[in-house]
């Protein structure tokens, strides 16, 4: 238990669908992170958020689209995917972000497929 | 890009250390180096960080060479729950926010 919860924990959609995923940090931190992990790649940071503002969007595509409504919880809105974008995707929060002590917590993920 | 090289794979006997390397040749000056590791099906897990001496907690030792351009993860008695992605960062100054970069990292098996 790492103080980070997601769920669903399996998600299972079609290309026209549309879904949340929910990530919810019982930590007090104010930084809160998506990450996706594709099959054999390397995690790749897709959106940051600090004190509920987003601080970073490394190109995603607009068929994800995040919301914070606050520190503690973070959404990632799904619509149109692709089969492409099956995948792990990992929610992370932080205390003092950016700083050279900041320590991630991830959640266990969403097993995302898309058929 | 990762700024670190790791073996792909390594494995260990159960009870014995397990030494992790990781090599950093172009790390400058004001970066750290953090060490995650990732169980199959969850979520990665911080284990330890360092910038120039030698840290020890709960989990393992970071051992980071005097020149900084490589460092050795210790789990002192390794157990088979230890077996997991190892990830080695280095960490980007301010410029660079809050960006921990992951690369392939190295899987370790630890074996009964």
């Known amino acids: 238990e790492t103080g980070v919860t997601q769920t669903p924990r399996h998600l299972v959609m079609g290309m026209t669908n549309k879904k949340s995923l929910k990530c919810e940090q019982h930590l007090g931190h104010n930084a809160m992170y998506w990450y996706k992990q594709s099959a054999k790649k390397p995690l790749e940071l897709m959106f940051v958020?600090?004190?509920?503002?987003?601080?970073e969007n490394n190109s995603v595509p607009s068929r994800f689209s995040p919301e914070c409504p606050n520190s503690s919880h973070l959404f990632l809105h799904l619509h149109t995917l692709q089969p492409e974008d099956s995948a792990l995707y990992l929610c992370a929060s932080s205390q003092a972000p950016g700083s050279f002590n900041e320590k991630l917590f991830f959640g266990s993920g969403t097993q995302l497929s898309v058929l | 890009d990762a700024k670190t090289t790791q073996p792909t794979s390594m494995d260990c006997a159960e009870g014995r250390a397990a030494n992790l390397p990781c090599n950093h040749s172009?790390?400058?000056?004001?970066?750290?180096v953090y060490w995650y590791r990732q169980i199959h099906s969850q979520g990665p897990q911080y284990i330890i960080h360092?910038?120039?001496n030698n840290e020890t907690n709960e989990m393992a030792s970071l051992i980071i060479t005097e020149d900084r351009k490589s460092s050795t993860l210790i789990l002192p008695h390794a157990t088979l729950r230890d077996t997991a992605v190892y990830y080695c960062i280095v960490r980007g100054d301010m410029e660079y926010g809050n960006k921990l970069v992951f690369g392939a990292g190295t899987i370790l098996r630890v074996k009964s």
């Open positions: 958020y600090n004190f509920k503002e987003q601080t």
């Open positions: 360092g910038l120039k």
């Open positions: 172009t790390i400058s000056g004001n970066e750290y």
